[in-house]
């Protein structure tokens, strides 16, 4: 057995795709990782992948010329997803190669990812529903403030890399602004300028100082907010088991109506 | 006709990075509180049903499948500012706290000031959009006016392109709510009660005829703009959203039976979104309407949703759940379970045979797994781990269906047998009932719902 060790990110894992297939050493004998292992098995051969732009790029193309693009967001989605989560019959990178030769294999092309009794498409399926669900938690929950210079800042807590999902939506939704999605825990920052197209970039030594720095109208605007949600709710109706339901307590930290009630 | 005027200059202060506070008036905190706590009772806060991309050049956008943003004590969700835009009603109807004769503080909105509210709280990611309900100021058409003031100015003035949801105001001018129309996603005119007697002693000021008939009229709206959109693509669209109402239960002694045909009817006649249930809250402590000392029928509220949805979703009549002599639903066991105990004769069902229609019909398997189901069957057999992980709920299931002539494990098709099992799963059954015991269980018979046999019907 080849195994193939790429990075966890998308170009990571679509570079692992493209020298797997290109080895030659058929595709039984082949398996990728994105786990970070230091356990060796013993009859293996273990080659190193360096994530290359370039053979991702034609991994990406190939991908959308033969399969479509709805193919292509689903295993896109998957790659972003933490594999680490949940129990999953196989490895993430291996996943997505496995479905990548099934659907280029077969005459059906995309639509084996609804062939959901096939481990691999099982995998992609879960990763992918894991990815878009918490997407959409955090189109609901995250939180913008409007700093001193106008800029509206917003942190977030994910545990699969939702970025891109975020900016895209809300790129759409507030094309005169200028705002900063940051993501806490992979410290990457989505940066959109007014009537501009957003990008994504490092911030790993992002100063979170300015982003306490509040415009004055901040304040007002949070505290009618707050005093709305708290009026909203109806008293003969208390339902607090149903309520971390919907809005899982790990979200509360970063809205401005919860944060407060956290023990 | 009212003289509408309509504000087309944008405040000179106005910059999309910010609204300046200062136009707020200074007791915006007070009325917001007020005119939240007035329309909480509302049940409808969706932002859903429409696709709208932004245009680049103003602020908002919608999604098809809704936005919460948040969820409140309740746990109901948050999704659009829902207020009143005034509660100094000149109606008294009686299960309405904002009713004429109630002594509570009140309080109305300037235009302005919505749109402030709106737009700041959008801008933040907190809601979705507004949602503008309104007591009824001086008259109908006055009120009226005054919402679609708020409408326009937020559309043109702010360029606002996010989700609204308005009341059409029972005896309004058609001409204002067709004007509103082109402006909002969704409308609504709450039916409030199901029956017109009901309503005729709860609500004088209304009638069936000033509630269905703007109802029609933005039905026939709809399918009018349908076909203006065939010709012209770019023809302004009237309540692309479409529309919902609402229903107050346990305030009248209506039975499940009555409210589901009624909701049946209006889903096939005014080709309604949704119709929302509203367990019913004594807020006035009104001696002429039900105390409940054992909280809002909440069960029974539930139970009807679940119906509702068996009707939109599962191709279900009401004539298959509920009958004249047994109009209510049944406490223990949901609504579709409770069909195909009385239907075993349909099961069991082969899943790699049966048609969607009929997937759809076993209890644990729901809409998204039937068609998970349908599609993966083209390529492969299909085992039980395989429909779990398909997200079919084989607790409840397994009774029902075959895989390749196979049952789970033997069980009996047999009335007792399965209920007893059903009745074992313990989310079945909210748990108030849980702990009562199950001892007083007599299925078949119309158990009445949680709380409601010490309803006090008037009389």
Known sequence: MYVFQCEDSIDGIFTGVYDAWASRCGHKNICLSSADNDNFTLFDEFIRVTPDFEKSRKVSRTLIRRLGVRFYETICRCAMADGSLRKLPMDKANAIYQTIVMALALPEGAKVLEYLSEPCILCIFELKRQTANEGHHLLEFLRFSELKSGILFAQIHPKNDVLPILAEHFTNRLPLENFIIYDAVHATAAVHRASKNYMIADASSLNLQLANDYSPEEETFRKLWCSFFETIAIEERQNAKLQIQNIPKRFWSDTPELSGKLT | ?459
């Open chain 2, 1 to 459: 006709m009212n003289a509408i005027t309509t504000a087309t200059t944008a405040p000179s202060s106005y910059t999309h990075a910010g609204a300046p506070a200062s136009r707020l008036s200074p007791s915006i905190m007070e009325k917001l509180t007020i005119l939240t706590d007035a329309a909480k009772y509302d049940v409808a806060c969706t932002s859903s049903g429409i696709d709208r991309s932004g245009d680049g050049d103003g602020i908002g956008n919608t999604l098809a499948c809704g936005i919460c943003h948040s969820f409140s004590a309740d746990g109901r969700c948050v999704s659009l500012l829902k207020v009143l835009f005034t509660n100094e009603c000149i109606f008294n109807c009686a299960y309405c706290r904002n009713n004429c004769n109630s002594d509570i503080p009140r309080a109305t909105f300037t235009p302005e000031e919505i749109c402030t509210l709106t737009i700041e709280f959008y801008r933040r990611n907190y809601i979705e959009g507004l949602f503008l309900s309104s007591g009824i100021i001086v008259s109908p058409n006055y009120t009226m006016d005054l919402i679609y003031q708020a409408l326009y100015r937020l559309r043109t003035v702010y360029r606002f392109q996010g989700y609204i949801h308005v009341k059409a105001i029972p005896g309004a001018d058609p001409l204002l709510i067709e004007k509103a129309g082109f402006l909002a996603d969704r409308m609504s005119v709450n039916l409030e009660l199901p029956t017109a007697s009901a309503l005729k002693q709860l609500a004088p000021c209304k009638s069936r005829r000033t509630i269905l008939g703007p109802m029609r009229q933005i039905q026939n709206g709809i399918v009018h703009n349908k076909h203006e959109m065939i010709e012209y693509k770019k023809a302004p669209r009237f309540v692309p959203a479409g529309q919902s109402t609402q229903m107050i239960i346990g305030a009248t002694p209506e039975n499940d039976f009555q409210i589901m045909s009624v909701a049946e009817s209006l889903y096939q006649k005014f080709n309604l979104k949704r119709v929302f249930y509203s367990a019913f809250v004594n807020v006035c402590h009104d001696e002429t309407l039900p105390m409940l000392p054992g909280g809002p029928p909440l069960l029974r509220e539930h139970r009807l949703y679940q119906a509702d949805w068996l009707l939109r979703y599962y191709h279900f009549t009401v004539e298959e759940l509920l009958s004249a002599d047994r109009p209510n639903f049944n406490v223990y066991l949901d609504p579709k379970c409770d069909w195909a105990l009385r239907h075993l004769e349909f099961f069991p069902v082969e899943i790699h045979t049966a048609d969607y229609k009929t997937l759809l019909r076993v209890p644990g398997i729901g809409a998204k797994s039937a068609q998970r189901i349908v599609k993966a069957r083209r390529g492969c057999r299909l085992d039980f781990p395989d429909l779990k992980k398909a997200g079919v709920v084989l607790k409840r299931a397994l009774y029902f269906i075959t895989c390749s002539g196979r049952m789970m494990y033997p069980v009996k098709l047999e009335e007792d047998y399965i209920c007893r099992n059903l009745l074992s799963d313990r989310t079945q059954i909210p748990r108030d009932l849980r702990e009562e015991g199950y001892r007083q269980l007599s299925l078949f018979d119309d158990v009445s719902h949680g709380g409601e046999s010490n309803v006090r019907i008037p009389v």
